[in-house]
């Protein structure tokens, strides 16, 4: 358990031109005795920062609808910073739906992910791939969601590791206090799975996250979502922090 948290994709999608809905909870669990105090700080791509502060009853599971707090703004990505002030387990849950689900928040899709503990210069995950095989009904478009709390802007490379061997670099440059969707789609090589290293100047915080659509269909079938592994790795011997 830990005193800080981080997560970097969360949406409020309540745009009435979208065919689709998104929300995002935050499930938080308690274990001390006592009460937790609660700091969110949320960074969005293009806005500054806003801040929330909640408490976190003592043995208590319970979980936020950020939908219910005018201090998260809606229709803009936001990653977030959550401080507390005993250790505590955080999940941030994201439900998919379409426009005529919000009455009984029917879900179409939804990803959970227990939140990162800590900003790490190196990040890593395994399970990278965008499929759009022409023909093919079934879509998967991927983002990689890059989070940067620092007062100053993080350069950031993408190294890709492809399945037949084939190696490539990618460079990014996070704002300030921001948070960066990266859409793999227009980036990557498709149809190709590749293992994920990402090598930053400050340290920062990274969450995968892959939709599952079909050419037919507007709202979306299912998704999945991971925080990336931050380093070191227990076997990391190449000098990486």
Known sequence: MSKIHYF???????????????????CLFNPAPRDAEMK?????????????????????????????????????????????SEPMVIQIT????????????YTRAMHSVICS????????????????????????PEWAFLLNPHP?????????YYNDGAQKQYPFRVGAERVLPVFMDELVIKNKIFGARYISSLPIA??????IVEEDRQTIRACFSVMAKPAPLPWQDDGLE
């Open 206 to 211: 990274i969450q995968q996250t892959r939709l």
């Open 94 to 105: 994201t439900g998919y739906y379409g426009v005529e689900d919000k009455a009984d928040w």
């Open 8 to 26: 970097a994709d969360g949406y409020l999608l309540e745009d009435e031109a979208n065919p689709n809905r998104q929300s995002t909870w935050v």
């Open 117 to 140: 503990d800590r900003l790490a210069r190196v990040n890593y995950y395994a399970d990278a791939l965008v499929i759009d095989v022409p023909g093919q009904r079934l879509k998967e």
């Open 40 to 84: 969110f700080t949320f960074y969005y791509e293009h806005s500054e920062p806003t801040t929330l502060l909640r408490q976190a009853r003592a043995l208590t599971g319970s979980n936020l609808h950020l939908l219910s707090c005018p201090e998260v703004r809606q229709n803009e990505r936001f990653g977030c910073k959550i401080e507390c």
């Open 152 to 160: 100053e802007p993080v350069d950031v490379t993408l190294f890709a």
